[in-house]
T-cell receptor
Framework: DQQVKQNSPSLSVQEGRISILNCDYT??????FLWYKKYPAEGPTFLIS?????DKNEDGRFTVFLNKSAKHLSLHIVPSQPGDSAVYFC??????????FGTGTSLTVIP | GAVVSQHPSRVICKSGTSVKIECRSL??????MFWYRQFPKQSLMLMAT?????????EQGVEKDKFLINHASLTLSTLTVTSAHPEDSSFYIC??????????????FGSGTRLTVV
């Protein structure tokens, strides 16, 4: 049972434009969310997080939005750069418990 | 879709004992499995890469004699934390590659194991 879903396996965006990656979850008890970035042949690296008490968290070019009523999470990258090309995973948990991961979205930023 | 089953989800053990964590690919063959460790609210850190039928490749700083990895079949990899100490308490997660789907997004994660050493 996939509690965290990333329905778009891939996304291509022109350099300088906005990249929007989406994530949906089914468990309303989730209260902490993460986005990971993964380059080929490397482990995932933490990108940005948000707790359920917020609906937005911003870190430089990266912004995560949380819509609890829709059980939807999105990551915005503005402006997109070729170095952002990677696989992005979202993950969700209830505090202190295990994380549930999405299956990833492969982002390609075209120069 | 590809499913990776990881057990147990939680385990509490005494210092000095060993704990085995299993990671199974349920509906695909995984020639490669990855083992990660995550401290609270930090990034997943790759510990080792496990290849079926051969020795695991450990990341720098990871003690291979302490974290024993066995990948005996295309669907099963195990991580054994030997002589566990409280500092080994962490969240361990495995990831496997779906050869059919392939590509960078063929990596499926297990749900993780919360290890607490008391």
């Amino acid at each position: 049972d996939q509690q965290v879903k990333q329905n778009s396996p891939s996304l291509s965006v022109q350099e300088g434009r906005i990249s929007i990656l989406n994530c949906d979850y089914t468990n309303s008890m989730f209260d902490y969310f993460l986005w990971y970035k993964k380059y080929p042949a490397e482990g995932p690296t933490f990108l940005i997080s948000i707790s359920s008490i917020k609906d937005k968290n911003e870190d430089g070019r990266f912004t995560v939005f949380l819509n609890k009523s829709a059980k939807h999470l999105s990551l915005h990258i503005v402006p997109s750069q070729p170095g952002d090309s990677a696989v992005y995973f979202c993950a969700a948990s209830t505090t202190g418990n295990q994380f549930y991961f999405g299956t990833g979205t492969s982002l390609t930023v075209i120069p | 879709g590809a499913v990776v089953s990881q057990h147990p989800s939680r385990v509490i053990c005494k210092s000095g004992t060993s704990v085995k964590i299993e990671c199974r690919s349920l509906d695909f063959q995984a020639t490669t499995m990855f083992w990660y460790r995550q401290f609270p609210k930090q990034s997943l850190m790759l510990m080792a890469t496990s290849n079926e039928g051969s020795k695991a490749t450990y990341e720098q700083g990871v003690e291979k004699d302490k974290f024993l990895i066995n990948h005996a079949s295309l669907t099963l990899s195990t991580l054994t934390v030997t002589s566990a100490h409280p500092e080994d308490s962490s969240f361990y997660i495995c990831s496997a590659r779906d050869l059919i789907r392939g590509g960078n997004y063929g990596y499926t994660f297990g749900s993780g194991t919360r290890l607490t050493v008391v």
